[in-house]
């Protein structure tokens, strides 16, 4: 999960790059980059906070009236600086390329790019990979038209699998936006006066002053020249299946996703899973949100049930996001440093914690903990999302299948492991409805995979095996 931001329609771009990728700094941390085009490409890509890369004077050389960004959330590939998006080749016409998402056959493709094509992939990004797949096609056409560049995507949906929203400059000709056939990344588009931007969140586009116009669809491609002419087409048909772990944990709550409100689902959520702390009589006296990403659910849930809402646990705001760390070992040394507890809030209370989900339980048992010390008498635990118990292939850090504290515990179980007095999961059920409301009668579909999995993708059990033993062999890499 990363996030990526493109514009294109006026000179000297880099500073609404810089800007826009601070808005979504929260969906990678580990690397921020970013290319511009004028009459050359200018790159600046490095390891750490968008603040950390970009400074005055590499700002000054990335000029140009084209440019994308990236911040980097590595779910493939290592941690070092060959993997930072973006990446550009010269042949055809200059390409650059930032994405967002998890290419699952990025070991046969990059075989099969190497033996027939003769293009070398030097790292193990899966973006450089895309990068070169559409370039392969696109040099099969030779001459440049709209036409032969959305034949060259079409191309490249037939031969990647897995997801993938795509940003790239194609040379002196444009700029060029799409998405996989399910949609599963988000891809949202604006424009003002006579610029347009592409992004991963709304966000970005509202923080530089873009009416939204709409998300890209799935499997379409959008293409804007250098002239503002405007090409698009929807090169697939598949049924859309948006990542729902974007409502719940990973997207802004000021952001809207697929034209539903991040902060309105979370609040539904909220509401919903009032109902089963009412069926198991659950009483608290203060329902706390384990910040940030779970204030709305928890204020819902307290409205629901008449119980004072609280802010119990204050979030020291120069430690990263916890669930994006690369180790087990990093995330709970962070809770300790990143969240405090307001003892006089906490002292001799029936406290129920609400969080957004629970993956492996270490982190939460560690927040428990927390309770434990400042007084609480009795501490309940909420999550707003149901267990998590299968692999995400899609581009989130949950790939390793025994990492997944409900894959083999019940409920009691886990409830024991965390150390809480009492346990509550979200239904499946409750999450679906909470993300229908609001969109008139329009049916949704969403990737629920990592909760019942079923994915959108078809994939093999020897494909989810070498997933798990190359990001196993990722993470050893790390902790050396």
């Given at each position: 999960?990363?996030g990526?931001?493109?514009i294109i329609?006026?000179?000297n ?10 808005t979504i700094?929260h969906?990678?941390?580990d690397?921020?980059g970013?290319?511009?085009f004028?009459?050359?490409f ?6 750490g ?5 970009f400074?005055?004077?590499?700002m ?5 009236d ?14 070092e600086e ?8 010269n ?13 699952i ?7 099969e790019?190497e033996k ?14 895309i ?5 392969a096609?696109?040099s ?12 060259a995507?079409?191309k490249t949906f037939?031969a990647?699998q897995?997801s ?17 056939a ?8 604006g ?6 931007a592409?992004a991963?969140?709304?966000?970005a586009?509202d923080?530089l002053?873009y ?8 499997g ?8 503002g ?6 090169l697939?048909n ?7 772990f ?6 802004r ?5 697929d034209?539903i ?8 959520l ?8 009412q069926?198991?009589n659950?009483k608290p006296?203060?329902?706390i949100?384990?910040?940030d990403?779970s204030?709305?659910?928890a ?10 809402y609280r ?5 020291n705001?120069y430690i990263?996001?916890?669930?994006i760390m690369?180790s ?8 300790r440093k ?7 809030v ?7 914690l ?6 492996r339980g270490?982190?939460?048992?560690e ?7 400042a ?5 309940y635990?909420a999550?707003?999302s149901?267990p998590?118990?299968?692999?995400c292939?899609?581009?989130?850090d949950?790939?390793i299948?025994?990492?997944f504290i409900a894959k083999?515990k019940?409920?009691?179980?886990i409830k024991?492991n965390?150390g809480?007095d ?7 059920d409750?999450?679906l409805s909470?993300l ?6 329009e049916?949704?579909?969403f990737?629920t ?5 079923n ?5 093999s059990?020897n494909?989810?095996k ?5 990001r196993i ?5 790390i902790?050396q």
């Amino acid at each position: 999960m990363c996030g990526i931001l493109g514009i294109i329609g006026k000179d000297n771009l880099i500073d609404e790059i810089v800007t826009g990728l601070l808005t979504i700094q929260h969906r990678g941390q580990d690397a921020a980059g970013a290319i511009t085009f004028g009459k050359k490409f200018n790159l600046k890509k490095g390891i750490g906070l968008v603040r950390n890369v970009f400074n005055k004077k590499n700002m000054a050389r990335l000029e140009g009236d084209i440019a994308i960004g990236h911040v980097r959330y590595p779910t493939i590939g290592t941690y070092e600086e060959t993997e930072i998006q973006p990446f550009y080749i010269n042949s055809p016409y200059g390409i650059a390329l930032a994405h967002n998402g998890n290419v699952i056959n990025y070991r046969e493709l990059k075989t099969e790019l190497e033996k027939k094509e003769l293009r070398y992939i030097n790292s193990d990004c899966d973006a450089e990979l895309i990068l070169n797949v559409l370039g392969a096609q696109l040099s099969r056409f030779g001459k440049f038209n709209v036409n032969n560049l959305f034949a060259a995507v079409k191309k490249t949906f037939d031969a990647i699998q897995g997801s993938y929203s795509v940003i790239s400059i194609i040379g002196e000709n444009g700029l060029l936006a799409f998405r996989d056939a399910h949609g599963i990344k988000p891809l949202i588009f604006g424009r003002k006066e006579n610029s347009f931007a592409f992004a991963s969140e709304s966000v970005a586009l509202d923080i530089l002053g873009y009416k939204i116009i709409n998300d890209v669809l799935p499997g379409e491609a959008i293409f804007i020249d250098r002239k503002g002419n405007f090409s698009r087409k929807k090169l697939t048909n598949s049924f859309h299946s948006p990542c729902i772990f974007e409502w719940i944990y990973f997207a802004r709550p000021d952001s809207i996703i697929d034209r539903i409100s991040v902060y309105e689902a979370r609040f539904r959520l909220g509401k919903k899973l009032a109902e089963e702390i009412q069926k198991q009589n659950i009483k608290p006296d203060i329902v706390i949100p384990i910040p940030d990403t779970s204030r709305a659910a928890a204020l819902a849930l307290a409205e629901e049930i008449a119980v004072n809402y609280r802010e119990g646990l204050i979030k020291n705001r120069y430690i990263a996001r916890t669930f994006i760390m690369s180790s087990q070992s990093q995330r709970i040394s962070a809770v300790r440093k990143k969240l405090n507890p307001i003892r006089n809030v906490i002292d001799g209370k029936n406290i129920l914690l609400v969080d957004d989900s629970i993956v492996r339980g270490n982190t939460s048992k560690e927040i428990v903990n927390l309770m434990r010390i400042a007084g609480a008498r009795k501490v309940y635990f909420a999550s707003y999302s149901p267990p998590l118990r299968y692999p995400c292939l899609y581009g989130i850090d949950m790939q390793i299948r025994n990492e997944f504290i409900a894959k083999e515990k019940s409920i009691a179980e886990i409830k024991e492991n965390i150390g809480c007095d009492k346990l509550v999961y979200q239904t499946m059920d409750a999450l679906l409805s909470s993300l229908q409301i609001g969109n008139k009668n329009e049916f949704r579909f969403f990737c629920t995979a990592c909760f019942d999995g079923n994915y959108p993708t078809k994939v093999s059990e020897n494909k989810f095996k070498e997933i798990e033993k190359d990001r196993i062999e990722s993470k050893r890499h790390i902790q050396q």
